[in-house]
């Protein structure tokens, strides 16, 4: 499976699957998809983005990854909408 094929699964799972996602614990989830979209995209910003969303950015990304899921239907930096 490649990269590209992840993320679009992850982005087609049903919008409970996704929020249950988002709990602060399971984000590092979402922080590990967004590395994936990094190295997806060849781009180190979209990397270091991600590595971010992960370790300082933890106790906040999932309040925003929560309000992103129900507006737009996916985590932010993930789909898309606006940044994907």
């Given at each position: 499976m490649?990269?590209?094929e992840f993320i679009d699964i992850v982005n087609k799972l049903p919008l409970v699957a996704k929020i249950l996602l988002c709990i602060?614990?399971?984000e590092i989830f979402y922080g590990v998809c967004r590395i994936i979209?990094?190295?997806?995209k060849n781009d180190v910003i979209w990397?270091?983005?991600?590595i971010l969303?992960?370790?300082p950015g933890a106790f906040f990304m999932w309040i925003i990854d929560v309000i992103w899921v129900l507006l737009y239907g996916h985590a932010i930096l993930l789909g898309e909408t606006l940044f994907g």
């Open positions: 490649e990269m590209k602060p614990c399971v979209q990094g190295v997806n990397i270091v983005l991600g969303t992960i370790i």
